[in-house]
């Protein structure tokens, strides 16, 4: 089966249903930046996601979120304000409440994930300031006046970033929950390659670097605090390639013998 | 354009996979349910006993604390599964570390928590079964497990030249799916919702409603995502029926999940198996004898026993064989389904005992493998339904190099590692379960829109997506034009995503669903067709704007005659740190012949997925009970070890073609559980390839390699 | 985790007097420990001064070596070109441990005072002296693969997990901390962490509420010549099993200087300085590095459930040798 960049071509121009135009209208998403969002989708039709996002979020959305939330009592509160994925947010919790938590219960941001709450997962992973982190083992109380950014906010407004269209394309993910973490992480990674940043697989870390191209092995390595239970590894090795070197490939080839530089 | 609409098979990227690279996929603790509460469960210290007394004065006094419950108020709930509901509270005995002892609900996770440290339970002891060492001594076989037999094995064996006579080890695995279990509770009146992620959202809403004696219909289970489940979220474990007390007891919506340390004794595991594994052939290479013995344990309240020895009975033509089971009581909680429950394990004894007898043979472990394939399943006499083994066995060893193997150990490296191939063949069985689909047709002149509706899963298996490419091609729609609506209680009942059974159940639902919408469609018109008409020029020559059909499909009759199994090969080539003993698994190759693939990309990411699995079972996954006193020393992600993205090399995934007219309908296999099946074998034959060391103890740590 | 006021500390004395003059105060830098443990009821603290805010994170050449501030993130000095350039070592050790995300949150102060994954100290159900003073070791008698084969005592066998402290051992470097007083003190790297003896509560030879303001590495000559090489149970993300932190000087074909520490092998990072002398004025060849391994372990004293280690120790050694001298 030939490969194709969107692998079934969509037709943009297709009729859509009025469920379908409906949404989009509601998501801000028109004209060119409409034929652009089905074409990110991969060739994946409008039509779950339009039943799903209907029956899944509207039906139950907060439609007055943490305003109408009634914080209760807590016995150590603590004011912060901070920066939530370019939204100011100020909040008054309990000094215990983790970053994880205050997003998910207090702000509604669901995406990022508990899949530990101990730092052994990468499940939580956020950027914070530009680095990624981990939401569980953060506690909001030091997040005063940080800039954080979670997976509701990788992508600029419609506009999927490089990393998640390419999770798409490769199916970089199974059942999805490690997925937002993932992404996040895979995102700071390649900034941290643009600075040259070392890994623990890095040859001669003495060797002054710019800009770095990763061998698969480094990916993996630097991926390595994001445990896929799925086991989708190779894949989100494969969209990261991708997308940090820019050159498209097949995400069903079968692979050339490559020689892996590990020397762990 | 009918070109548009031939989309099964095709490598169709996920509809819901802009929901999961958004975050926008609802799991089951993400819904945005107004006033809730947090509970948290608190976990019996001891492994048999009594609780004396539960001192929950300070617990009560803390802030924050809406209600703490234990066996002396909980509500009175039946006991609905032997298997998963021993720990729902209502009474005083313990038959497991980390029983649940009580649990408490407070306005914030913090307040619970901390809240839930306060309690103190006091203890009866009594004896405890809880080192497996002592407890194999005295294992029996299960009641309801008799050998299966064929020929005079003793005879064989004791007669053959060349035979093998080892054991093997494979420890307690734990399930982990990346989401742990839990549910959102919301009762109004006597109807219950749960927002809890399930493989079987008909299984939960039964044991629930057994539970707390309603009607089915009276429990809603809402489950689109399933953060993965692996044979763990096949039914309703305590913490499910817990969060619905509590949110009873407290009369508001309450949040519980389980911790990620308490999913070692909350939701099931892999038990320990030691195989006996006996195996004669002649100088020729012909098997001649083959013996498989398992021992295992079970929990004190149920028996559940892992088929390890399953294969033995029909993957190779062995004119002797003899397979058994022995299982002991441990005060543990219950095993239970783990992917690939029996034949990953039992792979890993038979198809590392069959290398080991090539091996004794001189001859080389592929060819010895296809000279042993047998004409039929010689355990029930039926024809197979289709079997690729062999092309699976002669593709993978294409893939994967294999004339690169020198057949004797340690004669491959690459600076400081020894290289080394592997290879085991598997299977897991194929079936169809009851499955019912609802079909809704709606049409605007020429555009037709079609809602699939059935209480399917999505694991993360694709099923959202093969259930919209069977639509759309059936009723030759675009898939866009196609919505899939499944996890939701609601629905038409569906099997569950569990066993490999989903994706024949789910689509061949599916097409007839869609197939009987035609038929119906045609049958109101007497219009003439030169052409095969579409959906939509159906619905106009009927007049109709919106239809809608409902089939409840089964497997056929005909199924039951045939052995229908997926079968594969797996090939492993493997470094070895000669020094430090750390494996990697440079470079895996799964072939698979598994009837019809419904989406060539997301059958390849199962199996690739199953390749991982078998990975961790081979090099790093372990749970370690402390024998003193029946607790998990490995209770974090950071001492349970599941593969990391650096321990997973390249993954080379084929399948061969198939079609079998016999297995269902559309030919449809399954793949999730096969996956797996072979692979740590594949692994631990090339760890001996490569070192000359035989490692029948998993996981093969660096520690066994010195 | 109980309930605790949280405070900001606004530069390093105050944050040293709040914490010195409350008993159940912690500092709290990265949290990637300090929470994690808390979570667990392992720690309890009343109150936490958080110090990611104060002035101490400045990586920079002192004294002809180079001065790293104890609230520099892992990451930074990892990367830092002072460090990359003349502290290789240090880099690859650090690279070694946890993931970059734990990096980019964890503090070089905080890293040195991480406490052990003894899984029993971790679950309080179980009896620990550290935890618990008198309550008993229940890795002794338990499943103590990852435990001590050096040092141990009768009260308790468990091991340090920092990766980066094996290198700052090798290294010798001396951490800088400050006292309620106000005065600064330093203490060599190999005095900061101890062995258990009779007080397996104390990890280290802190003072409750001193302040680690900045670890000091004296000028290296061993750039050139220097590996950290860690033994998991998984490739990645894990704790080690045993690691080597192995720097040599050569100098016309010989060694001149030699360094070898381990890690999960003691309370403590565990200067193997038998090891050491053995290679001092010999070649770089593998059968000296053989020596040195077989003479680093004659001390050891293993478990029922960590045998291994003696050999897995030993050919560590030889293999982070090998490395250093690029040899492999
Ligand atoms: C899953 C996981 C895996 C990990 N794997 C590894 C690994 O492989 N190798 C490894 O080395 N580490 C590993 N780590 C540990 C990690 O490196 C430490 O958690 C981290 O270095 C601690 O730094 P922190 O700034 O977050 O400390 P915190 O958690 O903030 O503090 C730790 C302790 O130090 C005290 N403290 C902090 N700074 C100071 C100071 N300046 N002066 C005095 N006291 C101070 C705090 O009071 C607290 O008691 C892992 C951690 C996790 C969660
Ligand atoms: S080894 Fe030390 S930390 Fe572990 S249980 Fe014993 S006393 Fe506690
Ligand atoms: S949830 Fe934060 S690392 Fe697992
Ligand atoms: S996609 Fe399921 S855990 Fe990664």
Request: aromatic letters at 6%.
């Amino acid at each position: 089966m030939a490969f194709e960049e969107n692998d079934v071509a969509l037709d943009a121009d297709q009729q859509m249903t009025a469920d379908e135009e409906a949404l989009l209208d509601e998501l801000g998403i028109f004209g060119e930046s409409r034929r652009k969002f089905l074409g990110q989708l991969g060739g994946v039709g409008l039509g779950a996601l339009v039943l799903q996002v209907l029956a899944e979020e509207k039906a139950l959305a907060f439609s007055d979120s943490e305003t109408a939330y009634v914080a209760p009592a807590v016995e150590n509160p603590v004011t912060v304000s901070f920066t939530v994925n370019g939204a100011k947010k100020s909040l008054e919790l309990d000094s215990r409440m983790t970053l994880l938590d205050a997003l998910r219960e207090r702000l509604g941001l669901t995406g990022s994930k508990k899949g530990c709450d101990h730092g052994q997962c990468g499940a939580c992973t956020v950027i914070i300031d530009g680095r990624r982190v981990l939401a569980c083992l953060t506690l909001t109380a030091q997040c005063e006046a940080k800039s954080v950014t979670t997976i509701e906010g990788i992508a600029k407004g419609t506009d999927l970033h490089a990393i998640q269209t390419a999770f798409i394309k490769h199916d970089a993910f199974q059942c999805g929950f490690c997925t937002p973490g993932q992404i996040c992480s895979a995102v700071a990674l390649m900034q941290e390659a643009k600075n040259g940043e070392a890994s623990y697989l890095t040859a001669n870390v003495r060797q002054k670097t710019g800009a770095l191209q990763l061998s698969d092995d480094e990916i993996r390595e630097r991926m390595s605090g994001n445990l896929c239970r799925c086991g989708a590894y190779p894949n989100i090795v494969a969209a990261i390639r991708e997308a940090h070197t820019g050159k498209a490939t097949d995400p069903m080839a079968i692979s050339q013998m490559e020689v892996h530089d590990a020397t762990v | 354009m009918a070109s548009d609409t031939k989309v099964i098979g095709e490598a169709i990227s996920r509809i819901d996979g802009l929901l999961k690279v958004t975050g926008a996929a609802n799991y089951g603790m993400d819904w945005p349910i107004r006033n809730v509460a947090y509970a948290f469960i608190v976990k019996s210290t001891i492994a048999a006993g009594t609780i004396t007394d539960i001192d929950t004065a300070a617990a009560e006094k803390s802030p924050g604390v809406i209600a703490v419950i234990t066996h002396k108020n909980a509500t009175k709930v039946v006991a609905y599964d032997p298997m998963r509901g021993i720990g729902i509270l209502q009474d005083n005995k313990i038959n497991f570390y980390g029983q649940n002892v009580a649990v408490l609900v407070a306005e914030t996770f913090e307040q619970a928590r901390a809240a839930a440290r306060s309690i103190k339970v006091s203890y009866q002891n009594a004896d405890s079964k809880t080192d497996f060492e002592k407890c194999v001594a005295e294992a029996v076989r299960p009641a309801n497990r008799n050998d299966a037999v064929r020929g005079d094995f003793d005879a064989a064996f004791n007669a053959a030249e060349h035979k093998v006579d080892a054991t093997y080890s494979t420890p307690i695995e734990h399930h982990h799916p990346m989401e742990p279990h839990s549910a959102i509770a919301v009762w109004e009146g006597d109807n219950l919702t749960l927002y809890s992620a399930t493989q079987v959202v008909g299984g939960v809403q039964r044991g629930v409603a057994t539970a707390f004696g309603l009607k089915p219909e009276q429990v809603h289970i809402i489950s689109p995502h399933v953060g993965g489940g692996f044979g763990s979220k096949g039914g309703a474990w305590t913490n499910v029926i817990l969060a619905a007390m509590a949110a009873k007891v407290v009369n508001r919506p309450v949040k519980l999940a389980v911790t990620r340390q308490n999913m070692f004794n909350s939701v099931g595991l892999r038990q320990q198996n030691r195989q006996h594994l006996r195996v004669a052939a002649t100088a020729e290479g012909k098997l001649s004898a083959l013996g498989h013995d398992t021992t295992q344990f079970t929990t004190t309240t149920n028996e559940f026993a892992e088929s390890c020895g399953i294969l033995a009975t029909m993957m190779y033509e062995v004119p002797n064989s003899r397979v058994g089971y022995k299982s002991a009581a441990m005060n543990v909680i219950a095993p239970t389904f783990q992917r690939g429950p029996g034949e990953s394990t039992g792979s890993f004894a038979l198809e590392s005992a069959i290398d080991e007898m090539a091996y004794a043979l001189k001859m080389d472990p592929v060819e010895f493998r296809i000279k042993n394939e047998p004409p039929k399943d010689l355990s029930n006499n039926k024809p197979w339904s289709s079997r690729a083994t062999v092309e699976c066995l002669k593709r993978g060893a294409e893939m994967i190099g294999w004339k690169n193997r020198k057949p004797e150990p340690r004669q491959n490296r690459n600076g400081d590692n020894l290289v080394g191939y592997g290879v085991a063949s598997g299977s897991y069985p194929s079936r169809q379960s009851p499955t019912s689909t609802l079909l809704k047709l709606a049409r605007k002149g020429d555009d037709v829109t079609a809602s699939v509706e059935l209480a399917a899963s999505d694991i993360g298996t694709g099923a959202h997506t093969i259930i919209a490419q069977t639509a759309a091609e059936t009723l030759g729609l675009p898939m866009s034009k196609v919505a899939v609506k499944i996890g939701d209680s609601a629905l038409p009942p569906a099997a569950g995503s569990v066993g490999s059974i989903g994706a024949a159940s789910f689509c061949n639902s599916v097409a007839d669903a869609c197939n009987q919408a035609k038929t119906e469609l045609q049958a109101k018109t007497d219009r003439k067709w030169l052409i095969a008409p579409t959906v939509a020029q159906l619905m106009d020559a009927a007049s109709l704007n919106e239809y809608q059909t409902r089939v409840d499909a089964k497997a056929p009759a005909d199924a039951a005659k045939y052995s229908s199994h997926a079968f594969n090969a797996n090939f492993s080539e493997v470094w070895v740190n000669e020094l430090t003993g750390m494996v990697r698994v440079h470079r895996h190759v799964a072939v698979t012949g598994a009837g019809r693939i419904m989406n060539a990309k997301t059958a390849r990411s199962q199996v690739i997925g199953g390749c991982v699995w078998g990975i961790g079972m081979a090099l790093t996954e372990e749970s370690i009970m402390d024998p003193r006193w029946g607790n998990f020393i490995t209770r974090s992600f950071a001492d349970y070890h599941i593969p990391a993205n650096l321990d997973v090399g390249t993954i080379d995934v084929a399948f061969i073609p198939e079609e079998d007219q016999f297995v269902n309908k559309l030919g449809i296999k399954g793949i999730g559980e096969v996956g797996i099946v072979g692979v740590a074998a594949a692994i631990a034959n090339a760890v001996f390839n490569a070192t000359g060391k035989r490692v029948r103890d998993l996981p093969i740590t660096p520690d066994k390699l010195l | 985790m109980r309930p605790f006021k949280f405070t900001q500390a606004a530069d390093a004395g105050s944050a040293v007097q709040a914490v010195s003059f409350n008993a159940g105060a912690k500092f709290i830098a990265g949290g990637s420990n300090l929470l994690d443990l808390m979570k667990e009821g392992v720690e309890n603290p009343t109150e936490l001064v958080d110090i990611t805010r104060l002035n101490l994170t400045q990586i920079k050449s002192a004294g002809g070596g180079v001065s790293i501030g104890a609230l520099a993130k892992n990451t930074d000095t990892a990367n830092h070109p002072l460090i990359r350039q003349d502290y290789p070592l240090l880099t690859q050790a650090i690279l070694a441990g946890a993931s970059a995300q734990i990096r980019n949150m964890a503090t070089n102060g905080g890293n040195l005072l991480q406490r052990t994954r003894c899984s029993y100290f971790y679950d309080v159900a179980m009896q620990c002296n550290k935890r618990e003073p008198g309550t008993g070791c229940a890795a002794i008698g338990g499943i103590n693969r990852n435990h001590a084969i050096f040092g141990a005592s009768d009260k308790c066998i468990a091991v340090n997990p920092s990766d980066m402290s094996v290198a700052l051992a090798a290294l010798d470097a001396v951490v800088k901390v400050r006292g309620a007083d106000g005065k600064e003190r330093s203490i060599p790297f190999t005095d900061f962490h101890r062995l258990p003896g009779d007080a397996p509560e104390k990890d280290n030879n802190l003072q409750h509420g001193e302040l680690i303001t900045s670890i000091e590495l004296p000028k290296s000559n061993f750039a050139s010549h220097s590996y950290y090489l860690k033994v998991r149970d998984r490739a990645s993300y894990a704790f080690a099993l045993v690691s080597v932190a192995a720097a040599l000087e050569l100098s016309g074909g010989k060694i001149k200087q030699a360094r070898i520490a381990m890690g999960g092998v003691a309370h403590k990072p565990w200067r193997a300085t038998e090891a050491e002398k053995v290679l001092i004025g010999k070649a770089a060849t593998e059968e000296n590095f053989k020596a040195a391994a077989d003479a680093a372990m004659k001390s050891a004293k293993p478990l029922e459930y960590n045998k291994f280690k003696i050999e897995l120790g030993k050919r560590a050694i030889v293999l982070a040798l090998r490395r250093a001298t690029g040899k492999a």
